[in-house]
């Protein structure tokens, strides 16, 4: 009789996976692993088509990727490298020790290079390229902290001399020192790129390699196979700008970018995943990314062990232990690793049974081992398609004895006791006596052994020293002055916006036959909002793949054009990436030789104040080129609301040393403040750079008044005077960008309605007013017999008797700051405070920068010397309908 019970279909379970893995044996032996992927791809399909939910997973096993019988032979001389790479440690932590007995606390970082030298040293031995006569070299950005190590394997090349090694964080000393980080300012013929603010190497590097692609695409460039190397801490990769664009690198296709990431499972305080993996995190989110990501886990020794691990027991145990175990085992003893990491299972403690404790305790990690990090490297160089990571496992603070290997304290530390420094020299086998080693001293090969001929000849095979860092390009010729003076003569009765002038003036120096091909412009998805739109067909937008669609407005004229050749860098909503264009580009001159001449145009309030920290790095990196603030001042983006409205970013423009501030209110002083920056920066070859806003309220442009050029690029210039009756009391009223129209008005108000006669003159810049002030003060108390220099606030006001208002659109520190070298101390107006969606109009008499606003203040001023009557200031305030009583609007 049948049963008419179901058949048992989990004891049939093993049978039928058995029947399932014959199949793909057997496709697998016939017709290879791709049928097998494939084949398991339409698998997946079909289940997941029948709703079969599949777990998604990014990652492979807590293994190397790169199988044991895959390892090219290494082919450098193993020993002498170690030799080299022994010296270069103890000089790196020789010169931070010898830094701090001298001046202790002046800091340092011995732990980082520590675990990162054969990263280093296998790069340098053979991948690193030089900047030979005809090859560009790679970029290689150095984890910040590692610069000790760096700057050691340059004292061993010859680069640098003891003294500057003794000087190491004594800049200021005689005969010069080394700056503590990676800094071109300091080091212009040394350092490439600042990378010392963490998560800016990884969002510089992903858009430097993408500009190198432009470059060539755009035929400015020849091709060529440098690479663009990125040196990571995994602390550091918890930045939003270290992840925050790999995602565009792997769109992008860079397989000229590399990634070497630290992964010694530490950062500063303690571990950085100790409750996780990091590696296995990073490579979830590259891989996921669409990145070729390299584990380099697993030193050499641990290869048998794998090979013995026939039920993966082992590979099972290394993916289960987290890092802050992991951490621990790293500074543990051999008997504990024995007991804690593989007595979890009888198969695993017989797995190391034939390996003493010493021998265990010393079974090395992926990223101190030469051989696994030669083939990940040599894997990732090769690689084409997508951009590679390494993940590197290391051990923080390597070699330097058992208080500072994998602690939790080794970031900090910078000093080694004298058994400590024994150890290490003993460790590391650097010929140095029990009795000179307390002092720390330099190491130098001699200059014929074995280890130094090597040193010089692999260096000349890979095309000179790294890092190198010069200017090999010739200066420009400046365009013709006819493309500027044409905005001298005025709009006549059209209204335009100095946003409008700056896009024309944009296209004119697009379609000069000499510069205009070396123009980035860069927008970070506001060309519409800006009137840029224009460019998307004339120059086209830039894209490695070109154009693989039809565009919805094909049939418009000012289509979506995107091109392998396009010109222009369409970014998306990333002012970070596109401040990183900015610096690939506005740093080109010597990186590759070329004079790019990037404008990055953007919302302003989303400039200094969001990416402040990229704007800095591009002042340390000697980068060139304008930064354009669209949309700016607080009142004049009327109706956007607050989290537009910029009345900061001229302040914030102040500290950056060599960054060049205008805020121009006519397209003629923003014709002459570009023309200037194209003179300087890529004529004279002068290492600053521009931050110019401009903005959207259309008003009649009017004609530049006779030799107003020399003002307008110092920061002051009268623009209208007012009538020459001596008797009359006076006033000066100062405007900045569109808010000089408000003091135009009040100038007429003061006039005609209260006979007082004012002169009207145009800041363009309180930043160049404020350098030129504390400049002449500095020369003035340095020199306290001679005649005083005078300031060109001074020597424009001509010791004028008036009363001064300032007003600008921007906070009032900005006029406070000019203050003192006024006769008589200004009256600031500015707009402190959140802004408002609101008309212009009203949003200027709420932050009391419309011109009855300046009008009373003027009149105030005056009464306050008696040179009116107090009624006059009442009557005003009343007359405006200005309501006394309203709160500050900073307070509301
Ligand atoms: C933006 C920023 N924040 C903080 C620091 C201070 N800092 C310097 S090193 C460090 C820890 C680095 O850890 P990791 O990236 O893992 O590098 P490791 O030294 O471990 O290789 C920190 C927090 C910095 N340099 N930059
Ligand atoms: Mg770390």
Known sequence: MASNTAPDYKALEPIETREWIESLEWILANQGSDRV??????????????????????NTPHINTIPVDQEPLYPGNRDIERRIKSVIRWNAMAMVVRANVEEAG?????????SAATLYEVAFNH??????EHFDGDQVYFQGHSSPGIYSRAFLEGRLSEEQLRNFRRELRPGGGLSSYPHPWLMPDFWEFPTVSMGLASITAIYQARFNHYLED??????????????????????????????????????NLIFVINCNLQRLDGPVRGNGKIMQELEAAFRGAGWNVIKVIWGSGW?????????????????????????????????????????????????????????LRKLPLGGHDPQKVYSAYKQAVEHSGSPTVILARTIKGYGLGETGEGRNITHQQKMLNHDELR???????????????????????????????????????????????????????????????????????????????????????????????LIVPIIPDEARTFGMEGLFRTIGIYSHAGQLYEPVDANTLLYYHEAKDGQLLEEGITEAGSMSSFIAAGSAHATHGINTIPFFVFYSMFGLQRIGDLIWLAGEMRCRGFLIGGTAGRTTLNGEGLQHQDGNSHLLAYPVPNLKAYDPAYAYELAAI?????????????????????????????????GAEKGILRGLYRVRQGSQGVSTPRANLF??????????????ILESRFNIAADVWSITSFKELYQDGTDVDRWNRLHPGETPKTTWIEDSLDGSDAVNVIASDYVKALPNSIARWFKKAPVALGTDGFGRSESRPALRRFFEVDAAHIVVAALDALAAEGAINVAIVEQAICHFEIDANAPNPVKV
């Not at 992927?37 to 990014?58: C, H, M, N, S, W």
């Not at 991948?127 to 030979?132: I, M, R, S, V």
């Open 735 to 748: 405007g900045s960008g569109a808010i000089l129209n408000e003091a135009l008005e009040a100038q007429k």
């Open 218 to 255: 755009r035929g400015l460039h020849p091709s060529s196979n440098h690479k663009v190397w990125a040196f990571l801490g995994d602390g550091e990769t918890d930045e939003p700008e270290s992840l925050g664009a790999i995602t565009l690198a792997a769109r992008e296709k860079l397989d």
């Open 127 to 132: 991948f690193l390229h030089g900047k030979g």
């Open 674 to 706: 570009v023309k200037d920056g194209i003179k300087r920066m890529y004529v004279e070859q002068e290492d600053i750079f521009y931050y110019i806003t401009v903005e959207n309220e259309p008003y009649v442009q009017v004609e530049m008044p006779e």
């Open 303 to 359: 290869d048998e062990l794998l090979a013995k691990d026939e039920n993966g027991l082992l590979v099972k145990r290394m993916g289960e232990v987290v890092d802050g175990e992991s951490q621990k085992f790293s500074t543990s003893s051999g008997a504990y690793i024995r007991e804690h990491f593989f007595g979890t299972s009888p198969e695993l403690l017989a797995l190391v049974e034939h390996l003493s404790d010493e021998q």
């Open 37 to 58: 992927r494939r084949l398991l791809e339409d698998l997946q399909i079909y289940a997941q088509r029948e709703g079969v939910k599949i777990p998604f997973t990014a």
């Open 423 to 517: 150890e290490f020299r003993t460790r590391f086998n650097i010929p140095i006596s029990d009795d000179d080693v307390i002092e720390a001293p330099f190491y130098k090969l001699p200059d014929d052994s074995p280890e130094m001929v090597y040193l010089r000849q692999r260096r000349s095979q890979l095309g000179g020293s790294v890092p190198s860092r010069g200017v090999r390009c010739d200066a420009l010729q400046m365009p013709p002055s006819t493309i500027f003076d044409e905005f001298q003569s005025g709009s006549g009765e059209r209204q335009v916006s100095t946003t409008m002038a700056m896009v024309q003036l944009l296209s004119k120096l697009l379609k000069d036959p000499e510069i205009g091909k």
């Open 106 to 114: 002046i800091g340092g970082h011995i732990s980082t290079y520590a």
